[in-house]
């Protein structure tokens, strides 16, 4: 495997379902991102992992609670979701040094569908 | 602050014109400007990036222009292909959040046979 992988690609859950979105990066990057891209808006920033510590919480709801065991994976957590929170979720990760921006790497990402 | 503005919202080109996607920032303290492509399905890409000490970065069919006293940076894509039709999306860091992209939102690129 290579770059940025992330499973399932499609998932469809309920709205009383727990389900778990998983991420693993090959780059041996130190911060790792989750994002929602619905359609006709601009990527959002959910959240944030620099060396496994949590940095950016976007006022996400508590629906959904991101995991980071080590810095090659991250899991985002479903539960009780809503359909609006049906979207494309994607995963990414960079390399990033105190004194300078480096490129974000993206998984191809997972189509969410709450019915 | 942070906002990243995009236009055109979508663009229709001819196959072997230019393709030139805008860009204005507003944070003085962005260092770093990607462009990232999207295919349906796919995630986003990496095309091409600048840091504001060039005014032009070129790759390829791909440039990017940089007009750091405006705030503003440009992609364009000289020849333009159909295989070239994704969305695009600019993108701009630096500051004291530089491991946070602020994204635009995209624009939506036909390039027509």
């Known amino acids: 495997e290579t770059g940025v992988t992330q499973t399932p690609r499609h998932l469809v859950m309920g709205m009383t379902n727990k389900k778990s979105l998983k991420c693993e990066q090959h780059?041996?990057?130190?911060?790792m991102y989750w994002y929602k891209q619905s359609a006709k808006k601009p990527l959002e920033l959910m959240f944030v992992?620099?060396?496994?510590?949590?940095?950016e919480n976007n006022s996400v709801p508590s629906r959904f609670s991101p995991e980071c065991p080590n810095s090659s994976h991250l899991f985002l957590h479903l539960h009780t979701l809503q359909p609006e929170d049906s979207a494309l979720y994607l995963c990414?990760?960079?390399?990033?040094?105190?004194?300078?921006?480096?490129?974000?790497?993206f998984g191809p990402g997972t189509r969410l569908t709450v019915t | 602050q942070q906002q990243v503005k995009q236009s055109p919202q979508s663009l229709i080109v001819q196959k072997g014109g230019i393709s030139i996607i805008n860009c204005a920032y507003e944070?003085?303290?962005?260092?770093?400007f990607p462009w990232y492509q999207q295919f349906p399905g796919k995630g986003p890409a990496l095309l091409i990036a600048?840091?504001?000490?060039?005014s032009e970065k070129k790759e390829g069919r791909f440039t990017i222009s940089f007009n750091k006293s405006a705030k503003q940076f440009s992609l364009h894509i000289m020849d333009s292909q159909p295989g070239d039709s994704a969305t695009y999306f600019c993108?701009?860091?630096?500051?004291?959040?530089?491991?946070?992209?602020?994204f635009g939102k995209g624009t939506l690129l036909t390039v027509n046979p």
């Open positions: 600048i840091r504001p000490d060039v």
């Open positions: 944070n003085t303290a962005f260092d770093y």
């Open positions: 780059l041996g990057h130190n911060a």
């Open positions: 992992y620099n060396f496994k510590e949590q940095t």
């Open positions: 990414a990760s960079s390399q990033v040094a105190r004194d300078s921006s480096y490129e974000q790497y």
């Open positions: 993108a701009a860091s630096g500051g004291g959040s530089n491991y946070k992209l602020t």
